[in-house]
C-alpha cells in the first residue's frame, strides 16, 4: 500500500446546482493554419499532413438493391419481464479509451494542477451519462517504459528514438511520477477507473514491484505473441517461453490476491489456445482479468485501398464476425469469476483509415461493436487513442505541446459510440442487453433492447444505409408484450428518442446527437453545443412507431426514468474551463519509486521494443483505490464525485 508524506496537488471540483461547474486556469491557445473547412476527396493527391487533420472524403457505398431483403416497416417485439439471450449486468462505463503512454501529457495536460479542461469535459460528458469512465494508459510506447524522479523542464514524458528499436520504431517512453498523480486527481474528479501496465521488459525487475504496489492490479505482458516477430525477444519465443516469463515475473512481484489482467495476445497466437494451453491453470489463483487485443484490420503496411472495405464497416456482420471467436472465451472466463475484457481495438491498427475511422461510418460501426460486445458478455472495451498523426482519435488536441483553451480540439466520430452507448446502458450498473436480430436479420438495421433489472428501458436502432433520397429510410414499430407474445401489451404512452445523425456515412463533423454537436475540426472544448432536441413519439395500440433516416442511429427511452438517468439535467452539467487552486495531500511517492530497488535505471517497460498495437498494462481504479479513496475520506468537503 502506498504511504503518505509528501505533498500532492488535488483537483477540486465545485458542484453547484444552479450553474455549470467550472475549475480555471491559465492556458494558451494553440492558433492553427490549417484551414478546417477544406476538403479533399477519394482520388485527388495524397494528403502528407499529420492523419487528425486528413480532409479525404470518401464515397460512400451504394444502397443496397431493391430486392436485398429490406423492409421499410418491421416489429420490434420485446417481452415484459425480460428475455432470452439477455447479457449479464453491465456498467455505463464499458466503451472507454485505450491512451497510447506517449501522448499522455498531450492528453491530460503538464502536472496535476494544469489538467486540460477539454480532455476532461469529454471524459464528464461520459461520467455523467454512464456513471463513470474507463481508461487504459499504454499502448506500444509502454514496452520500454522508465519511470523516474524527474525529467527535464519539469516535463512528465520524454521519447527517446535508437537504432535498436526493431521493426515497428517504437521509442522509449520515460515518465515521472506526477503522471501516477495526475490519474489519481482525475480518478477521483471524475469516477475514472485506470489501467496501466506492468512491464514485461525484464521479468524479475524489482522495479515493476513498485509499479504493481501503486496501481494495485496489473497487465502482465504486452502482445507476447509478436515478441519474436518484433525483436522484443528470441525469434522462437514460444507460449512455453511466455509461461515460464509469466512465472519469474510474478514470483518477483507482491501477488497475493488475484491482482493481474492477461495474456494480452492479439495477432500471432489464438487466445483461447493460449488459455487451454496452461495459462489459465497456471495462473489462476494471479488472474482478477482475462484480456485479448484486435483490431478489425491491420492497416500497418499501408497498402489497403481505404474505398474498397468502406461498406465493410457498415453491415452488422461486421460486429458478429469480430466478436464470435471471442464469445467462448467471454463466457468461459465469466464462469471462472474473471471478467473478460478488450483492451485495446479500433477500425483498424496502426492509426486506421482516412475517411472511415474519423468519418460518421465509425460512429455508427462503434455503436454496433460495442453493443454487440455487451450483448457477448464482455466486461470492458476500449478504442485506441494515438497521437496527431492517426485517424481513429476520439478527441485530439491541436499541435504544440501546450495547454490549450478553448474550442480548438477535434472530437472525433468515433467519440459519439461512446457516448451513444454510455446513455444506453446508463447509470444503474444492472443493465442487460441483447441483439434482437431485427428484420429477419437483414445486416443493415441492427437493434438491441436494455432491460434493467427485468424491465425493458431502451431500444437502440441503426441504419447503415447512406440515402439522401429517403427510399432506405425505415420504421421500427416497438412494442412491450402484446402481439404474438400472448402476454399483456404493456408499451408506455409515448417514448422518447434521441436521434445520431449525419448527412451520410462519410460526414466528419457535421455529427449530431439528439442537435447537439462537439464542432468541426478544431473547434471542440469536449462540450456539446446546440438546443437539445429529444424527439416525443406517442404510442397507439402498443405500437411505438420510430422513424429512422438512412444514416443514423437512434435511442429510444422507454420511459421518462429511463430519459433520466442517463441524461444530466442541462442545468447541472459539469464542465471544466481551466485549472483549480491547488489542494494539499499527502503521499509518500518516494516509497513507490524506493520500491523500485535499481532508482529507474532499469526500464518500467514491458520485454518488447515496440509492438503494432502494444497493449498496456492496466491502471484500475484500484490504482485509484489506494489513493483516491483515501483522498476522498481525508478531503470529503472538498470532492463531489458525481454517479
Known sequence: MLSFSNALHVLTVAYLLSTQHTVSAGVTVYQTSLDPTSTYTAGQPTWTGAGSEDPTILTPPSPPAANSGQNTVF??????????????????????????????????GKNQTSLNPEFLNHLAALQQRGGGVTIRVGGNTQDRATMQDSLPDGGIIQKFKD????????PEVHFTTELLRMMSVVADTLNVKFFFGIPFLKVNSDGNAGLIKSTAEGILA????????????????????????????????PVNTPNIMGPSVCCNWNTQEVLDNGYISRFINQL?????????????????????????????????????????????????????????????SCGGFPGISDAFAASIWGIDMGLKM????????????????????????????????????????????????????????????????????????PGYAIYEKGKASRVALINFVSDPSGAN??????QVGGGETGLPGVSPSEVYVKYLSAPSVSE?????????????????????????????????????????????????????????????????????????????????????????GRNGQVPLGSTSTGSVSGALPRVSSQTVAYTSSLLFVFFSALFIVIY
Open 75 to 108: 416489429d420490434v417485439q420485446l417481452f415484459d419481464g425480460g428475455m432470452d439471450g439477455l447479457s449479464q449486468p453491465t456498467k455505463g462505463d464499458f466503451l472507454g479509451f485505450s491512451i497510447e503512454l506517449s501522448v499522455f501529457s498531450q492528453l491530460f
Open 163 to 170: 537504432a535498436t528499436l526493431g521493426p515497428t520504431a517504437t
Open 222 to 253: 504486452n502482445e507476447p505473441d509478436l515478441y519474436g516477430a518484433h525483436l522484443k525477444m528470441k525469434p522462437d519465443y514460444s507460449q512455453d517461453d511466455f509461461f515460464n516469463d509469466m512465472d519469474k515475473m510474478i514470483a518477483s512481484l
Open 288 to 348: 482478477k482479468y482475462i484480456d485479448a487485443m484486435r483490431y478489425p484490420n491491420n492497416n500497418c503496411a499501408g497498402t489497403i485501398v481505404p474505398q474498397d472495405i468502406f461498406a465493410n464497416y457498415l453491415t452488422h456482420k461486421a460486429a458478429a464476425t469480430f466478436v464470435e471467436p471471442y464469445v467462448p472465451i467471454a463466457a468461459q472466463a465469466n464462469s471462472l469469476g474473471k471478467p473478460f475484457v478488450l483492451l485495446e481495438s479500433n477500425t483498424a
Open 374 to 445: 455487451v450483448a457477448s458478455n464482455f466486461t470492458y472495451a476500449m478504442w485506441h487513442v494515438g497521437g496527431r498523426n492517426v485517424y481513429y482519435n476520439p478527441f485530439t488536441p491541436p499541435a504544440g505541446g501546450k495547454i490549450n483553451r478553448g474550442k480548438r480540439w477535434t472530437t472525433g466520430s468515433i467519440y459519439y459510440s461512446n457516448l451513444f452507448v454510455a446513455e444506453a446502458l446508463g447509470k444503474s450498473g444492472d443493465a442487460q442487453v441483447v441483439d434482437l436480430n431485427l428484420n429477419g436479420g437483414y445486416e443493415f438495421s
Open 473 to 478: 429510410d425505415y420504421t421500427a414499430n416497438i
Open 508 to 596: 466528419k463533423f457535421n455529427i449530431t446527437w439528439a442537435n447537439q454537436t462537439f464542432g468541426g475540426r478544431f473547434a471542440s472544448d469536449g462540450r456539446l453545443y446546440g438546443d437539445l432536441d429529444v424527439k416525443t413519439v406517442p404510442c397507439t395500440n402498443n405500437v411505438c412507431s420510430v422513424q429512422m433516416k438512412a444514416p443514423s442511429a437512434a435511442l429510444v427511452f422507454l420511459s421518462q426514468e429511463a430519459l433520466t438517468l442517463s441524461n444530466p439535467p442541462p442545468d447541472q452539467n459539469l464542465t471544466f474551463t481551466a485549472s483549480a487552486d491547488p489542494y494539499m495531500v499527502s503521499i509518500d511517492w518516494a516509497s513507490v519509486k524506493a520500491s523500485n
